[in-house]
């Protein structure tokens, strides 16, 4: 690979260095992608006395491994981002720069750096995965625990306001003249929990006269290990809805199928 060895321009990066041929090296940086402990790596390949850089589509990669649907709107964000550093990222999903032998150890490094940037652009789509894996988690509980049949998803019910709220989760009586259960979820580990909370309470106030009665209003909150934050809930949600923290399940479960 020309003057650009392992031993030279790549190792004063301090980064780990592996020849894969003649041609073609993997450098593995210290950094990991955002909320992965998988460390950002990158090849140079040389061309024709020129160096390319990519990270073979690792990065996005990552990005859905871990549930973001990259949409075309999200993948232009990411291209915006790289491009103000110099970088580029393709159609194939590559993040890539080319590089000659005195700037490709910089080049190697920015390159790295757009994989750290690209990853950490992601922080608020994974925050949006994380909210819908806790309510997906809060589903199979309540399924496991023998409510499958009463239990409905996802209804629009309309509020005072007159607009359609989307209810995550509904539990109905065995009788029909008893009022079903209304409910939703809040998951406070994500990046937008305390938004989410508050715009819960805005759609259960709006729900208030179709659901009069307060033990028929729940709200099933992530919040395992994070008392004070619950205590803040507690107060958020006072005279709206019954606030059932999650990891104490066991405690409420009976009072809340019956």
């Not at 190792?11 to 592996?18: I, N, R």
């Not at 006269?209 to 107060?235: A, C, K, M, Y």
């Amino acid at each position: 690979m020309g003057n650009v060895t392992c031993s030279t321009v790549i190792s004063k990066l301090g980064f780990e260095c592996y020849p894969m041929s003649d041609t073609l090296l993997r450098v593995i940086s210290p950094f990991t992608y955002y909320d992965d402990c998988e460390q950002i790596s990158v090849f140079v390949q040389e061309m024709s006395g020129q160096y390319r850089v990519t990270d073979y589509c690792d990065t996005l990669m990552n990005i859905e491994s871990r549930g973001i649907h990259l949409t075309k709107k999200k993948i232009d964000l990411i291209r915006s981002s790289l491009a103000s550093q110099g970088i580029s990222l393709n159609d194939s999903g590559e993040i890539s720069a080319w590089a000659d032998e005195s700037s490709v150890g910089q080049v190697t490094a920015n390159v790295i750096r757009g994989g750290i940037l690209a990853s950490a652009q992601t922080a608020d789509w994974y925050a949006e995965v994380k909210d819908d894996k806790f309510e997906k988690c809060v589903i199979s509980y309540l399924k496991s625990a023998g409510l499958g049949k009463r239990l409905a998803l996802k209804e629009k019910v309309k509020g005072i306001s007159g607009h359609n709220i989307t209810v995550p989760l509904t539990l109905r009586n065995e009788s029909r003249l008893i009022p079903p259960k209304r409910g939703f979820t809040v998951s406070l580990a994500s990046s937008k929990g305390w938004n989410t909370a508050h715009s819960t309470v805005g759609k259960i106030v709006d729900l208030s006269q179709v659901v009069p009665d307060i033990n028929n209003r729940f709200v099933i909150v992530d919040s395992d290990g994070l008392t004070p934050e619950l205590q803040q809930l507690s107060l958020l949600f006072n005279d709206t809805a019954r606030v059932l923290p999650f990891h104490t399940r066991d405690s409420w479960i009976e009072s809340l199928v019956a």
